[in-house]
């Protein structure tokens, strides 16, 4: 039991840093531009579909990696230079509209350069394999990786954003928009800045989220709608947030879908148990969501305190 | 005056497609119509949230499934003897399955407008998406009513006089609730309901200090405005044949939204015209190009940047308040 | 003497070791103007605060005719008797003037949620909205236009004429002068010493000529506190006042 409970927290852990590099793109970009940005999950599929393509091409997983962040953070920057630049004005309503447009575009666009059938994607040899966890459980060494990948960069964002310059313009755009413009930063490159590397986490997630599923059109809507819960919990515009949110989140997930079922299988029958514990593990993070708001409407960090 | 020209002529040119379909026999063009209105009910649902209400529900697919979910279980429960939770048998009566998914619909909304209405903005947003989503997995993962399957209708309910199998009749029911909601919503947002509802979007402070309690009259709309989604959805999943956990998809939610905008929000009779105009595309596209939700995004992608009001706004003028 | 309209008695608020408000006593009765003064940062937005319900005390109690307003809303407040206008207007845009008093005479009518009888010839509510809209000089031409479309000054009266449709017990104005000119200041000023048989006023107001025409009694709050309550002509000699304001000792 205790092996099964290891494993099922370092996945829960690695799911929790996967939403977290998804969550943090949207917060940045949320706290900043005050935008919420519903094509996060087409940046997702971006990556994911471009590092499985490239991958392909070329046999190699990092060459694909490089190739998938890329593409999702020029994709971004292209998209922030058409589209979501005009949006920074507009109300929540029109920006839904506009980058749920923008989800249907990708969506067909990915269709029809990549085919609808899903593509597969190995995990590369050097983190093929597995370790033993203590108690006798082997783990893949793949999914430590991410795990590693996303505490990067995690680490990273904190320094960038506390101890570099681009960071102190994005702390200090977060604060006062007008009087960074008035102080004479380019605000209109700084938000292409702060939006392309928002998508090029998203296109990370995604292009490392391959060698665990299938690449298909659509697998970013459900890891935004993850986000979306990760950071109305974790305080929307906060990083500390989204990533105490995604870990919340990742955890919370795993660990009911696993032993809810079980648990019911204690006082119900069990075909019934498995259908109502998988069930309500479905639910299970939103209404932890509804719980935390009932309490604090503003999320756990709020942004602004 | 002249938004209620174009609001007559839409539904107007509505009932003329749907007869004139008919009479040609193009049993095809009469379902598509039939389709029109439920998905324009719909609409005229979360319009009344979001164009009156202000409210900015991505949720509202979770109302519209879960009518068609009461719909389906009904339904399977006049097929198969059984009853819901046990206590509730099925039936084929029309208003009796009617008022079954506008129940199960505004129970819902009810806490979920509760806890949602604790909070603005983009919150508002997101959290009204992530509780549909909630409803959606629960109905992927929850094996009783199909799971992933969906619910397959065997059974056509039934109301005095009117033969729901037949296309024009059921084009005809669902055409009538259509008129028969506007009308509702109509006289209701005339009314001091509706004033206290205009005041809560437009300055909730001002309605507060009036002395006027904004919240419950925003809750209040929110779960009349999940009815009619409910009601639309029953209509719809009866009209398929057939009710799935797509129903209740966010793409479900957006597309509701879409028609909305599209149409014209704030506008009666927008979500009709939307509706109109998104099966339109649909249709027309559809048959062109199987890439079809793409062209929509650019559509639609051009009406926010560009043509801000929608059909209505462009046939009408801007709204007049009195 | 009769019972005070409004009672503010030990009211105490603190933002950490900043005391906003730091044991407020204010009586008020009918027939009275009392002015609430002071300079910048007395306290003077988060006093009102707690008597208009959007900010809860630490401790104390406000009274409005005798009904403690401890745990009340903002809409109960108002339907308890407390009309009260903003600093800076706050009305719908939009609406025409008319819709935004017509509301405040719902908010008080037997019925306030009705879904049938339209709003916009409903006599019960229209002719109330006018009446009140006529008492502070907006003509009927004015009536159906959106409150976007008039001047500033107009909107301060239908600011005003909102919070007197609902037959307040009290009215609480919040700077009802701010921006309006001499002519504009002046007029209001009429219009207030007209109204004060009807209502009694707490008048929080910067423009020192207006306060010492209108107001019967003064009460200067500094450092969250009432340093001194009195006539115009005691306030103005009152030495911690002169030294409040002017920082000099007399």
Not at chain 2, 110 to 136: C, D, E, H, K
Not at chain 3, 57 to 81: I, K, Y
């Amino acid at each position: 039991m205790s092996a099964l409970l290891l494993e099922q927290l370092l996945n829960g852990v690695q799911l929790g840093l996967s939403l977290f590099l998804m969550a943090a793109g949207l917060t940045l970009v949320f706290g900043v531009m005050g935008l919420i940005n519903l094509a996060h999950g087409a940046l997702y599929m971006t990556g994911a579909f471009v590092c499985a393509w490239t991958g392909a091409l070329t046999g190699s997983f990092w060459v694909g990696l490089g190739a998938g962040v890329l593409a999702a953070a020029a994709a971004g920057a292209v998209i922030e230079l058409l589209v979501i630049r005009r949006l920074y004005d507009r109300d929540h309503l029109d920006q839904v509209l506009a980058t749920f447009a923008l989800i249907l575009i990708f969506s067909e666009a990915a269709r029809a350069v990549f085919g609808a059938a899903p593509l597969w994607l190995d995990v590369p040899p050097a983190l093929a394999g597995s370790v033993a966890l203590p108690g006798g459980a082997a783990y893949p060494v793949y999914r430590l990786a991410i795990i590693a990948a996303g505490l990067a960069v995690a680490a990273g964002l904190y320094l960038l954003i506390q101890r570099t310059r681009l960071g102190m313009r994005i702390r200090a755009g977060e604060a006062d928009r007008e009087m960074v413009g008035a102080l004479g930063v380019d605000i209109a490159t700084l938000y292409t800045v702060i939006f392309a590397l928002g998508a090029g986490l998203a296109g990370l997630a995604g292009a490392m989220i391959g060698p665990l599923q299938s690449v298909q059109v659509g697998m970013g809507e459900p890891v935004l709608i993850l986000a979306f819960v990760v950071i109305v919990i974790g305080g929307i515009g906060s990083i500390r947030g989204a990533l105490f949110g995604a870990v919340l989140v990742g955890l919370v997930d795993t660990l009911g879908r696993v032993f809810l079922p079980a648990a019911f299988a204690l006082v119900l029958e069990p075909s019934a148990a498995a259908g109502m514990g998988a069930a309500l593990a479905s639910m299970l993070i939103y209404v932890m969501m509804a719980a935390i708001l009932a309490v604090r409407p503003q999320g756990l960090f709020p942004a602004d305190a | 005056m002249r938004e209620g020209v174009v609001s007559a002529a839409l539904l107007g040119a509505l009932l003329a497609f749907g007869l004139g379909a008919w009479a040609l026999g193009e049993v095809f063009f009469v379902n598509l119509a039939a389709r029109v209105a439920c998905v324009a009910l719909a609409g005229a649902g979360l319009n009344l949230a979001l164009g009156f209400g202000g409210m900015v529900s991505f949720g509202h697919a979770a109302f519209f499934g879960l009518g068609g979910y009461a719909a389906g279980i009904a339904a399977t429960h006049a097929f198969d003897g059984g009853a819901f939770a046990g206590v509730l048998p099925g039936t084929t009566s029309m208003p009796v399955v009617w008022l079954a998914a506008m129940l199960a619909a505004g129970l819902a909304a009810l806490p979920i407008g509760l806890i949602s209405l604790r909070t603005q903005g983009v919150y508002f947003i997101m959290i009204t998406l992530a509780f549909a989503q909630m409803i959606f997995y629960f109905a992927i993962s929850f094996p009783a009513y199909g799971g992933e399957d969906g619910l397959p209708i065997y059974l056509r309910s039934e109301l005095p006089l009117v033969d729901a199998s037949d296309p024009l009749d059921f084009f005809l029911v669902s055409f009538a609730l259509l008129v028969a909601v506007l009308l509702g919503c109509r006289t209701v947002l005339a009314a001091r309901f509706g004033a206290a509802l205009a005041l809560a979007r437009l300055n909730p402070v001002r309605l507060a200090t009036a002395g006027i309690a904004p919240l419950p009259v925003l809750l209040a709309a929110f779960v009349a405005s999940a009815m009619i989604a409910g009601l639309a959805g029953a209509l719809f999943a009866e009209l398929n044949g057939f009710v799935s956990p797509a129903m209740l998809s966010w793409h479900r939610s957006g597309e509701i939204m879409v028609i909305v905008i599209l149409g014209g929000v704030g506008r009666l009779a927008g979500p009709v015209a939307g509706a109109m105009l998104f099966v339109a595309l649909e249709t027309v596209i559809g048959g062109w190009t199987q890439y079809w939700q793409g062209w929509l995004g650019l559509i639609l992608l051009g009406v926010v940047l560009f043509a801000r009001g929608g059909l209505i706004g462009a046939l009408a003028g801007p709204v007049r308040h009195g | 003497m009769a019972e005070p309209v409004l009672a503010v008695s030990g009211l105490r608020k603190s933002f950490g070791a900043l005391a906003a408000t730091d044991g407020v006593d204010l009586a008020l009765r009918d027939g009275e103007i009392l002015a609430l003064i002071g300079p910048n940062g007395a306290g003077k937005s988060t006093l009102i605060a707690q008597i208009a319900g959007t900010l809860a005390p630490d401790a104390g109690r406000v009274t409005l005719a005798g009904r403690d307003l401890a745990g009340m809303s903002v809409a109960a407040r108002a339907r308890a008797g407390l009309g009260r206008t903003f600093q800076v207007s706050s009305l719908a845009m939009p609406l025409s003037a008319r819709a935004n008093v017509r509301i405040a005479v719902q908010a008080r009518a037997p019925r306030r949620f009705g879904v049938l009888r339209p709003v916009a010839r409903d006599a019960a509510l229209n002719a109330p909205a006018e009446a009140a809209l006529a008492r502070v000089g907006l003509g009927p031409a004015r009536w159906a236009l959106p409150v976007a479309s008039l001047s500033h000054g107009e909107r301060r009266r239908v600011e005003l004429a909102a919070a007197l449709a609902a037959r307040p017990r009290l009215l609480l104005l919040d700077e009802p002068m701010a921006g309006l000119g001499a002519d504009g200041t002046a007029a209001m000023a009429d219009l207030l010493e007209a109204l004060r048989a009807e209502v009694p006023i707490l008048l929080v107001e910067h423009d020192m000529s207006a306060v010492f025409r209108l107001a019967d009694r003064i009460a200067v709050l500094v450092a969250g506190r009432i340093i001194a309550t009195g006539a115009p002509d005691a306030i103005r000699a009152d030495a911690a006042v002169q030294q409040a304001y002017l920082g000099v000792d007399a």
